[in-house]
């Protein structure tokens, strides 16, 4: 059997170079080696757009042209809408007698984004648990590999756990995935924080037209201890750098660069336009694409809904040898 990748997004905004680095390059370097299922997370989604969920709708169809755009292809790649494959509800329950409390409450990426959401009424139980349905996502395609983000790690381990219990409960009807990791971890925000990130306002987007991508690059942070351009400069941890080592390909100009910013013989502006220039490039044929399916949103559509036709098919004969396994096929 052909050895299959899961993975997917929240569809709670357009995707950003952080997601490129972090995890579409991979899907798109892997989609014919392996047979590709990419979840839209809506269900996922909601356990902190609950209150809104009609942000939703226009989200589910962004991330899909952001995905076929930097290249998935929808005669090989699955797109499948979360919400339509009920089953994952189902596998969720089941796995909840296999988590304690005390687990749920260490994971580390969870525990970062209830400090950053500050939950008027409390943490939802929904969103605290996410971790449980994330590994029903997985595991009910049989996914061998999940392409993630660095911060999607503890997710993985989590579902590692749950299919070593339920394996050695009831029977050896689940495969234990691994994550992978882009090259590049995680990519700096423009302004210097640690990661892109929606809420802070420091990302470029895959579907950024020029103006805006010239905009975003030229207000870049630098090097906060270089007043003057012929100050000897730091390359390392210096964001335009860590952008011009993703995604300029030509590395001799990098090099050049990052010599004469050391030693004090390039402004920052030269720097900046280098990395317009190069990332212009890159996005200018993922800008193409989108444009070309955004005018046909027929064909968007049909996309989805056959992706998660095959999917569903997928998870429902999983979902048989769960109960087989469990011995609640009571009918069978
Ligand atoms: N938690 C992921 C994110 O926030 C989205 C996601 C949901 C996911 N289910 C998944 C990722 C399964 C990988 C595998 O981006």
């Known amino acids: 059997m052909e050895k299959r990748i ?24 892997l989609q014919y080696e392996y047979d590709t299922y990419v979840l839209i997370a809506d269900v996922q989604a909601l356990t902190d757009n609950f209150e809104h969920p009609e942000v939703l709708r226009q989200n589910v169809f962004d991330v899909t042209l952001d995905y076929l755009a930097v290249g998935l292809d929808p005669e090989r790649v699955k797109i499948v809408v979360q919400s339509m494959v009920p089953e994952l509800a189902e596998l969720t329950i089941y796995f909840m007698n296999l988590v304690t409390v005390a687990t749920l409450e260490r994971n580390p990426t969870v525990k970062e984004e209830i400090k950053q959401r500050n939950f008027k009424r409390g943490v939802p139980v929904g969103f605290w648990s996410y971790p449980i349905s994330q590994a029903a996502d997985i595991t009910i395609f049989k996914a061998h590999l999940v392409p993630v983000g660095e911060d999607q790690l503890p997710m993985i381990e989590q579902a590692r756990e749950i299919v070593r219990r339920f394996n050695a409960l009831y029977d050896k ?43 975003c690059v030229m207000s870049m942070f630098t090097d906060p201890t270089r007043i003057h351009p012929t100050d000897p400069g730091h390359v390392e941890g210096n964001p335009v750098f860590t952008y011009h080592d993703s995604f300029n390909p030509d590395k001799a100009e990098v090099e050049e660069l990052k010599e004469r910013y050391r030693k004090g013989t390039v402004g920052d502006v030269e720097v900046k336009q280098r990395l317009f220039a190069a990332l212009d490039k890159f996005l200018a ?35 048989k040898e769960v109960r087989t396994a469990m011995k609640i096929a009571y009918f069978d």
Not at 9 to 26: A, E, F, I, W
Not at 303 to 312: D, N, Q, V, Y
């Open 173 to 215: 009807v689940l495969i234990e995935p691994k994550a992978m990791v882009g090259e590049v971890a995680r990519l700096p925000g423009t302004d210097g924080a640690a990661k892109m990130s929606k809420s802070l306002n420091n990302c470029i987007y895959l579907s950024d037209p020029p103006e805006v991508l010239r905009k």
């Open 6 to 29: 899961l993975t997917g997004d929240r569809p709670t905004g357009r995707l950003h170079l952080g997601h490129y680095v972090g995890s579409l390059q991979n899907r798109v370097r």
């Open 285 to 319: 044929p993922i800008r193409q694409r989108r444009a070309e399916y955004e005018a046909k949103p027929e064909r968007v559509r049909e996309i989805i809904l056959e992706g998660t036709r095959k999917a569903r098919a997928v998870a429902q004969q999983t979902m």
